[in-house]
């Protein structure tokens, strides 16, 4: 390895030769610009951006070429972008509309982010606590009842199984099935998918330790045990900080936007023609359907 090359993996001196490299940039790009034509300006901070991008795509700094390359890709951009402005290339594309409306939302979004302190998100809990229940859990058992199957019997095979897993519970009287027949610590809106909720809505009331039922499903007629009940609570903040500052934020944005949204209102006449009005009124789905493609 020569000298200059074990110069050059230093990491100080890279530095200040990515430095050099981005100030003699920045010069070139102002070079050849006349007050007669608009001016296309790559400053440092467009340059620095740029190199960024390449670190964070190829996991190491440009070489001088390649950021040259990056800036002269940057322009190229700017100066299409730029012509088809003044074509009017941006005028009725909802694509383009859409998307300038997004990062507008989005500019208005983040000047309205800030980070909540401790009391705003104790209060955004205490006022919204069906978002952040924790649902009660149980650990059960449950023996399938065919009704189609069983038929008229079915009441007194019920009573005559009841009694048999009283004696023995690991007797298995019911009927064959895919259902599971034991859940172990299962939250109750997972009861509820698997069984429905009618049935996780019973599990919460059958006694704990003995065979109950019978207990409905969209599936037929069940036998239940529950073991053991976890009860529905409140977290504690702690436990769902991180969803409770989301929730927050969005709601806080979604303030803002409206916000914004009426502000711009009382800045612009929108005007919608009186026939128009009418008709959106009356047949929307006509217009929808005269205006496809």
Request: no cysteine.
């Amino acid at each position: 390895m020569t000298g200059m090359h074990r110069v050059m993996r230093e990491p100080l001196l890279q530095f200040l030769a990515i430095g050099a490299m981005l100030f003699a940039l920045d010069a070139w790009v102002g070079r050849g610009t006349s007050p007669e034509s608009p001016a296309i300006v790559v400053d440092q901070a467009h340059a620095n951006a740029l190199a960024a991008q390449f670190q964070r795509t190829w996991q190491r700094p440009p070489t001088p070429s390649e950021l040259r390359e990056a800036v002269d890709a940057w322009v190229d951009d700017e100066l299409l972008y730029r012509e088809g402005v003044s074509a009017g290339l941006d005028r009725d594309d909802e694509v383009v509309r859409r998307r300038v409306a997004q990062r507008l939302v989005l500019f208005n979004e983040g000047m309205a982010a800030s980070v909540p302190d401790e009391a705003e998100l104790q209060a955004w809990l205490r006022t919204h606590p069906t978002a952040y229940r924790i649902a009660p859990r149980y650990t059960l058992r449950q023996v399938y009842f065919d009704p189609a199957r069983r038929g008229a019997r079915l009441n007194d095979d019920l009573v005559a199984a009841r009694t048999q897993l009283a004696r023995d519970g690991d007797a298995s009287p019911g009927d064959a099935t895919l259902l599971p027949a034991h859940l172990d610590d299962m939250a109750a809106d997972d009861v509820a998918g698997v069984f429905g909720g009618a049935f996780a809505n019973a599990v919460d009331r059958v006694p704990l330790g003995r065979w109950s039922g019978p207990v409905t499903s969209g599936f037929g007629v069940h036998l239940v045990r529950v073991d053991a009940r976890t009860p529905a609570r409140m977290p504690a903040l702690a436990e769902v900080r991180d969803a409770v500052e989301r929730d927050w934020l969005h709601d806080r944005m979604q303030r803002a936007n409206r916000a914004f949204l009426a502000m711009l209102r009382k800045r612009y006449t929108v005007d919608i023609e009186a026939d128009l009005a009418r008709a959106i009124r009356d047949d929307g789905r006509r217009l929808a359907s005269d205006g496809a493609p």
